[in-house]
């Protein structure tokens, strides 16, 4: 299509899709751009590649079992969108979670948001053409598979937390598991790190590569890492803490520019802190128990369920009609790896959600993709897509 | 106005207060325009505003500096049809802030709409996530957002019929979609936005969209 | 197709004394292509993250030749869906099937590619073989690995069983000429 610029100057721009399907959409993404040679100079994005009805999914069943389709929101950090919603539907308790599974909870949130920061790291790495990174950053991920596999018997899509506490308690050496996991997570780093720090190719690609300025990234809703890129020091877990994080002993990692490189470098740094406050929490592990006990959530006993009435109504009337949430409309959030993960949960006082919404943080991410893209090339376009780290079943629900 | 300096972190907020922020906000937003107590809260105070007011309010809510709400978190839609003994508008679309300058301040601002009346202002013009949220609204919902510069849809194809998060909406109720959208249409608004000037009008659909229906005439 | 068809001399069958020579073609065809099945990786949702699993060290999926991913089904074999088809999706998948040239087999991975999964509603298209003929279902949300493993060996046996000069025929008679004599 020809067009006159700005500067009356005659163009013929191309227009072409970037995506749907495509190596380096994280996902199913749509970015029809007008292209002047290589530079991208409008796009318009799509998405809803993905869409697959969470939140009327969630309606038509229990409480209980919106936890797996939970799970298949931010896939590479399962458990933490598991503990995101359960901290929600507690916060419209009110209940007190006990203390071993405070603990747990902040560890297994910790464990999930550096696999996801791995996981997002290796990919932009693999996109821009280190593939070495990949291979050598899925080492510690694999061990992290292995750990979550003995833990909740899924490697992936885990469902651990519950309302009022945790699936299972931990098992015997997960202390061991751990400690092993996050060394080969530091030599992992540290071996990537050494071949991309001062990499001239790598500082080329993403140095001053869509830039976004703090004003911009606000209006647009970002949280999370991507916002801490450009500057603006704002955690969930320092601002308002939540699980005993105001007593860990760790830094919020901000950059400078904004641009993809301080978004790689902010989620690398991140993973190093994750492993300090991991550190810090088993430490205080105490013997105890996991779940609340508190018969509007908590399953009673098996053992008190074969003795006694009462217990045994609780467990059928808990399964079969679901928690009983108080009636009302509650939002609350959790410091999710990509941002601000939140649940705004609409209930009606029986155990089946009247409406769940999502509050995803890649659709803020992504709604400013076509902001950043503009004026860069279609290759700056792929690095900064990695960099934001799209999740698509977030993304889309 | 001065330029507030994000990269300083904020002192960390404790429950209590969150609770003096809360009714602070809502006391501010009280002295300036007609708002209500939301009766269905159950965990956090929300304010009931008029969507007349929808707009001054929200300027209100960036714009002052002890509010200082400069982060929409997320516009969702509610609709309220059978919800156990609810009375009046079918719909809400509640609006979740989020402040940045004050350590834990949070507000919930919620427009009830009628199903037959159902149109709503945008706010995409303070905030620019606010262009995807409304989109999201709508698609979902019906709620039509007034002045809003694209309200497409956004997570269901563009041949879906209907609103799909609706009560009345049967869940398993599938659409085939025959062919991707073209979006040129889209493009050209963007090139238009961009300052650009185009010569040639730009085609509805594309070269192979264009051949899949010339072949299905034949 | 009113000629009598005219077998030819190559064709398996129990009378002619040639057909060993047809049988290893197909071995050596079926050979060749079940050990370099070239994978267009059609990845939508938590199926290929482990997919991307398997691709790394420890499962290793380029042992079966799969080696390197071509994101371009105008070079691909073997086209794996994996995770959830919406009805966005849908002629998106559709268009790919079409660009990759035969042979070309699909391995439909995980529970959404093969009935939709737990996603029963108005945007996921119940399985994909509502779209594309499907040779290997994988069962799993998401599936290990081993299962990911177990399906290529499955499609492997598929194509040992195929015939190269059968299909070859089906398709001339199809098209009303024979194979000349």
Request: proline share 5%.
């Given at each position: 299509m020809r067009v006159i610029d700005k500067e009356g100057e005659k163009l013929d721009l191309l227009s072409v899709n970037i995506g749907p399907s495509h190596p380096a959409t994280h996902g199913s993404l749509r970015a029809i751009c007008a292209i002047d040679g290589e530079k991208i100079v409008a796009a318009s994005c799509e998405i809803g590649y993905l869409h697959r009805g969470f939140e009327k999914m969630v309606e038509r069943g229990t409480y209980q079992q919106v936890m797996p389709y939970t799970d298949r929101l931010n896939y590479c950090s399962a458990m933490l969108n598991n503990i995101g919603f359960c901290k929600a539907v507690e916060g419209?308790?009110?209940?007190?979670?006990t203390e071993r599974a405070t603990v747990i909870r902040v560890i297994i949130s910790e464990m999930s948001r550096f696999i996801d920061h791995i996981i997002c790291v290796a990919a932009a790495l693999?996109?821009?053409?280190?593939?070495?990174?990949?291979?050598?950053?899925?080492?510690?991920?694999?061990?992290?598979?292995?750990?979550?596999?003995?833990?909740?018997?899924?490697?992936?899509?885990?469902?651990?937390?519950?309302?009022?506490?945790?699936?299972?308690?931990?098992?015997?050496?997960?202390?061991?598991?751990?400690?092993?996991?996050?060394?080969?997570?530091?030599?992992?780093?540290?071996?990537?790190?050494?071949?991309?720090?001062?990499?001239?190719?790598?500082?080329?690609?993403?140095?001053?590569?869509?830039?976004i300025s703090q004003k911009d990234a606000i209006s647009y809703g970002w949280t999370g890492p991507c916002l801490r890129a450009t500057g603006v020091d704002r955690d969930m877990r320092k601002d308002e803490p939540y699980y005993g994080y105001e007593t860990y002993d760790f830094d919020t990692v901000v950059g400078s520019t904004g641009d993809t490189y301080d978004r790689l470098m902010v989620r690398i740094y991140e993973v190093r802190e994750s492993i300090s406050i991991i550190r810090q929490a088993l430490k205080r592990l105490k013997p105890g128990p996991v779940n609340v006990e508190d018969p509007r959530v908590s399953l009673p006993q098996h053992i008190n369920a074969y003795q006694d009435m009462e217990a045994l109504i609780n467990r059928f009337k808990l399964v079969y009609e679901g928690v009983h949430v108080p009636k009302g409309e509650h939002y609350d959030g959790i410091e999710a790896a990509n941002g601000e993960l939140g649940f705004f949960i609409v209930s009606d006082g029986t155990g089946n959600p009247w409406r769940i919404k999502v509050r995803p943080p890649c659709l803020t991410q992504f709604a400013a993709f076509a902001h950043l893209v503009e004026g860069a090339m279609i290759p700056d376009a792929i690095a900064c897509l990695s960099s934001i780290n799209i999740i698509a079943g977030e993304l889309d629900r | 106005?001065?330029?507030?300096?994000?990269?300083?972190?904020?002192?960390?907020?404790?429950?209590?207060?969150?609770?003096?922020?809360?009714?602070?906000?809502?006391?501010?937003?009280?002295?300036?325009?007609?708002?209500?107590?939301?009766?269905?809260?159950?965990?956090?105070?929300?304010?009931?505003?008029?969507?007349?007011?929808?707009?001054?309010?929200?300027?209100?809510?960036?714009?002052?500096?002890?509010?200082?709400?400069d982060l929409l978190l997320?516009?969702?839609?509610?609709?309220?049809?059978?919800?156990?003994?609810?009375?009046?508008?079918?719909?809400?679309?509640?609006?979740?802030?989020?402040?940045?300058?004050?350590?834990?301040?949070?507000?919930?601002?919620?427009?009830?709409?009628?199903?037959?009346?159902?149109?709503?202002?945008?706010?995409?013009?303070?905030?620019?996530?606010?262009?995807?949220?409304?989109?999201?609204?709508?698609?979902?919902?019906?709620?039509?957002?007034?002045?809003?510069?694209?309200?497409?849809?956004?997570?269901?194809?563009?041949?879906?019929?209907?609103?799909?998060?609706?009560?009345?909406?049967?869940?398993?109720?599938?659409?085939?979609?025959?062919?991707?959208?073209?979006?040129?249409?889209?493009?050209?608004?963007?090139?238009?936005?961009?300052?650009?000037?185009?010569?040639?009008?730009?085609?509805?659909?594309?070269?192979?969209?264009?051949?899949?229906?010339k072949g299905s005439r034949q | 197709m009113s000629k009598a068809p005219n077998i030819p001399a190559v064709l398996p069958s129990d009378t002619n004394p040639l057909s060993f020579m047809s049988t290893s073609i197909d071995a050596v065809i079926n050979w060749g292509r079940s050990n370099s099945m070239w994978p267009f990786p059609f990845a939508t949702a938590c199926c290929a993250i482990e997919f991307m699993s398997l691709m790394s060290a420890r499962y290793d999926f380029a042992r079966f030749g799969t080696e390197f991913m071509r994101f371009t089904p105008r070079q691909s074999d073997l086209l794996l869906v994996m995770g959830t088809?919406?009805?966005?999706?849908?002629?998106?998948?559709?268009?790919?099937?079409?660009?990759?040239?035969?042979?070309?087999?699909?391995?439909?991975?995980?529970?959404?590619?093969?009935?939709?999964?737990?996603?029963?509603?108005?945007?996921?298209?119940?399985?994909?073989?509502?779209?594309?003929?499907?040779?290997?279902?994988?069962?799993?949300?998401?599936?290990?690995?081993?299962?990911?493993?177990?399906?290529?060996?499955?499609?492997?046996?598929?194509?040992?069983?195929?015939?190269?000069?059968?299909?070859?025929?089906?398709?001339?008679?199809?098209?009303g000429e024979d194979l000349p004599a």
């Open positions: 419209m308790f009110g209940i007190e979670l693999a996109d821009l053409g280190a593939q070495t990174a990949y291979f050598y950053l899925f080492v510690p991920r694999e061990e992290g598979m292995n750990i979550w596999e003995k833990l909740t018997g899924a490697r992936l899509t885990n469902s651990y937390a519950r309302i009022g506490g945790l699936y299972r308690d931990l098992y015997e050496g997960f202390e061991e598991d751990t400690l092993r996991l996050m060394t080969l997570t530091e030599k992992g780093l540290s071996d990537v790190l050494g071949l991309v720090d001062r990499n001239k190719i790598f500082l080329d690609r993403t140095q001053g590569v869509a830039a | 106005m001065s330029k507030f300096d994000y990269t300083k972190a904020l002192v960390p907020s404790t429950p209590e207060s969150r609770e003096a922020n809360l009714t602070k906000v809502f006391d501010l937003l009280a002295s300036r325009l007609r708002i209500v107590i939301d009766p269905q809260e159950h965990c956090a105070k929300s304010a009931i505003v008029d969507r007349s007011l929808l707009h001054t309010a929200v300027t209100i809510l960036r714009d002052t500096p002890e509010l200082g709400f997320d516009i969702v839609g509610i609709d309220y049809l059978n919800y156990l003994d609810h009375q009046g508008p079918r719909f809400a679309v509640v609006y979740l802030f989020k402040s940045l300058k004050v350590s834990g301040q949070r507000f919930q601002l919620k427009v009830l709409v009628d199903e037959e009346d159902l149109v709503v202002p945008t706010i995409s013009d303070l905030y620019s996530i606010a262009d995807w949220a409304e989109r999201e609204v709508y698609d979902q919902f019906g709620v039509r957002f007034e002045g809003h510069p694209n309200l497409k849809r956004l997570l269901n194809h563009f041949e879906f019929v209907g609103h799909p998060l609706r009560k009345d909406y049967p869940a398993t109720k599938r659409q085939w979609l025959s062919t991707n959208d073209p979006m040129l249409d889209q493009l050209e608004a963007r090139l238009k936005h961009n300052g650009f000037e185009l010569l040639d009008p730009v085609p509805v659909n594309t070269p192979a969209v264009e051949d899949v229906i | 088809v919406t009805y966005k999706q849908a002629p998106v998948l559709r268009r790919i099937y079409e660009q990759m040239a035969s042979p070309r087999w699909v391995i439909a991975a995980g529970a959404c590619a093969s009935t939709g999964g737990f996603y029963d509603c108005y945007c996921t298209v119940p399985g994909i073989d509502q779209i594309i003929p499907v040779d290997v279902y994988i069962a799993g949300c998401p599936p290990r690995p081993e299962a990911y493993i177990e399906a290529a060996m499955q499609l492997q046996a598929k194509i040992k069983d195929e015939s190269f000069m059968t299909d070859r025929l089906a398709r001339l008679r199809d098209r």
